[in-house]
């Protein structure tokens, strides 16, 4: 009897990619992927634990896999990826009916566990070193026409409030060859839309002693025919990084989005300085003008943390001034969770929680402002948009500088367009993170 799995997969699109490989694996091995807990025979959960609320989503989920397994509607659970990798045998002990459990290197061996079912329960705690290459079988969940590439795993930073290196190893990047053939394989199925993912995508080729991995990267995908957009998520801000072949290349090739997601944290030094950063707030600072002086076509997303031990008013001030005047398209703000094994849970002068709450929801107000200022000046103009679905009967997209799911998205009017076709639409109308607008196409 072929045997029915379902994989509900928590967490960034890095662990998302994980998630295809597995249900690659698992199709390759004759079982049924569906999508319904109610339809299958085994559940397999790939968890998220970066911060503690990802860790107790992820084990809201799982107790609600072992409720489905007591009821009788699944014979079988699994639960791979960070809750195990972070928490070992104490999480596995806790919850006892889950038949097994394995880390973030690990996943690959559930297909055999699941044939042999040999009574080793746990595999957790091993040294990730495992990163997929072009021949591992993938089964791509999100759009036929979108896809995530992983093109390293893990992180050699030492950022003092962050378990990645922990929980995924130290950083090592995927051969260049195999990434190339994996995009290959991809736009040969359809996809059109390539988003570069890693935990910092600017330090590719670095642990293989490679100058400009990145760069050299990119100069090889845009010549792959059929590929219509590459994106680049996830760099890091150090100047170095952000050399003039690149920005020339993202600002000037049409296959690339125009698009940097350059998460700084902070701009205070001493904020900086206690997260472990390598970058000061002058040379960011510098850096993103640059850019947007230099490069303004390209549209910058950076991500922020508030509550940080140490961050007083003035601190925050400083952050609140910056945010204002660089004028980000696209901004997200985290409050600072202590997470029990770095090096900043151990650190004194931690804003309250609310003082934190209210910090993060005074960047966004300003930030909204920002949006909408940034919206409105679009009007009029025509700009390319990747159809994606259907919202309410209206057609919904994504311009180049709106990535899936963090980002805003455009409502189309009028006009008629193919799901997974890049349409050129004016922008009629602005929100202050969505905009609205007519395909012009004759």
């Given at each position: 009897?072929?045997?029915?799995?379902?994989?509900?997969?928590?967490?960034?699109?890095?662990?998302?990619?994980?998630?295809?490989?597995?249900?690659?694996?698992?199709?390759?091995?004759?079982?049924?992927?569906?999508?319904?807990?109610?339809?299958?025979?085994?559940?397999?959960?790939?968890?998220?634990?970066?911060?503690?609320?990802?860790?107790?989503?992820?084990?809201?989920?799982?107790?609600?896999?072992?409720?489905?397994?007591?009821?009788?509607?699944?014979?079988?659970?699994?639960?791979?990826?960070?809750?195990?990798?972070?928490?070992?045998?104490?999480?596995?002990?806790?919850?006892?009916?889950?038949?097994?459990?394995?880390?973030?290197?690990?996943?690959?061996?559930?297909?055999?566990?699941?044939?042999?079912?040999?009574?080793?329960?746990?595999?957790?705690?091993?040294?990730?070193?495992?990163?997929?290459?072009?021949?591992?079988?993938?089964?791509?969940?999100?759009?036929?026409?979108?896809?995530?590439?992983?093109?390293?795993?893990?992180?050699?930073?030492?950022?003092?409030?962050?378990?990645?290196?922990?929980?995924?190893?130290?950083?090592?990047?995927?051969?260049?060859?195999?990434?190339?053939?994996?995009?290959?394989?991809?736009?040969?199925?359809?996809?059109?839309?390539?988003?570069?993912?890693?935990?910092?995508?600017?330090?590719?080729?670095?642990?293989?002693?490679?100058?400009?991995?990145?760069?050299?990267?990119?100069?090889?995908?845009?010549?792959?025919?059929?590929?219509?957009?590459?994106?680049?998520?996830?760099?890091?801000?150090?100047?170095?990084?952000?050399?003039?072949?690149?920005?020339?290349?993202?600002?000037?090739?049409?296959?690339?989005?125009?698009?940097?997601?350059?998460?700084?944290?902070?701009?205070?030094?001493?904020?900086?300085?206690?997260?472990?950063?390598?970058?000061?707030?002058?040379?960011?600072?510098?850096?993103?003008?640059?850019?947007?002086?230099?490069?303004?076509?390209?549209?910058?997303?950076?991500?922020?943390?508030?509550?940080?031990?140490?961050?007083?008013?003035?601190?925050?001030?400083?952050?609140?001034?910056?945010?204002?005047?660089?004028?980000?398209?696209?901004?997200?703000?985290?409050?600072?969770s202590p997470e029990e094994g770095t090096k900043a849970a151990r650190m004194k002068g931690r804003p309250s929680p609310e003082v934190a709450e209210e910090r993060r929801a005074r960047i966004m107000e300003l930030q909204q402002g920002v949006s909408r200022k940034r919206n409105k000046a679009m009007v009029g103009s025509t700009i390319p948009v990747l159809i994606e679905g259907a919202d309410a009967e209206v057609l919904q997209g994504r311009t180049a500088f709106q990535a899936p799911e963090i980002d805003g998205v455009v409502h189309?009017?009028?006009?008629?367009?193919?799901?997974?076709?890049?349409?050129?639409?004016?922008?009629?109308?602005?929100?202050?993170?969505?905009?609205?607008?007519?395909?012009?196409?004759?």
């Open positions: 009897m072929v045997k029915k799995i379902t994989l509900i997969s928590l967490g960034c699109p890095k662990n998302h990619v994980d998630s295809e490989v597995l249900l690659g694996l698992l199709a390759k091995d004759g079982y049924v992927i569906t999508s319904s807990l109610d339809e299958a025979d085994v559940a397999v959960i790939n968890t998220c634990a970066f911060i503690q609320t990802a860790a107790e989503e992820s084990i809201e989920t799982v107790l609600e896999a072992v409720q489905a397994k007591a009821q009788g509607r699944i014979n079988t659970l699994i639960v791979t990826g960070c809750l195990p990798q972070r928490y070992g045998e104490e999480i596995a002990q806790s919850i006892p009916e889950v038949d097994f459990w394995t880390g973030t290197g690990d996943f690959i061996e559930i297909p055999r566990w699941l044939k042999k079912k040999d009574g080793n329960k746990t595999l957790i705690g091993r040294r990730p070193r495992y990163i997929y290459d072009h021949h591992t079988p993938r089964i791509v969940t999100n759009t036929p026409h979108s896809a995530y590439v992983k093109i390293a795993e893990g992180c050699s930073h030492s950022c003092t409030f962050c378990l990645i290196p922990q929980l995924r190893g130290r950083y090592r990047s995927r051969v260049m060859d195999s990434v190339i053939r994996e995009v290959e394989q991809l736009v040969a199925g359809g996809v059109i839309e390539i988003i570069l993912v890693a935990q910092d995508t600017t330090a590719y080729g670095v642990d293989k002693r490679e100058d400009r991995g990145l760069f050299r990267l990119l100069g090889e995908l845009i010549k792959i025919g059929g590929l219509r957009w590459v994106r680049i998520l996830y760099t890091y801000p150090h100047p170095d990084n952000f050399h003039l072949p690149l920005l020339e290349m993202i600002a000037g090739e049409e296959r690339i989005c125009s698009y940097l997601d350059i998460p700084i944290q902070h701009i205070n030094d001493t904020i900086l300085q206690r997260m472990g950063r390598k970058h000061s707030g002058k040379n960011t600072t510098e850096l993103i003008k640059h850019i947007k002086k230099e490069y303004s076509t390209i549209h910058l997303r950076t991500t922020l943390m508030v509550g940080f031990p140490g961050e007083g008013e003035g601190e925050f001030r400083q952050l609140l001034d910056f945010v204002r005047e660089m004028e980000f398209t696209h901004l997200g703000v985290f409050t600072y189309i009017t009028q006009g008629e367009a193919i799901i997974g076709e890049i349409v050129p639409v004016k922008i009629t109308e602005a929100e202050p993170y969505d905009l609205r607008g007519e395909i012009t196409k004759g």
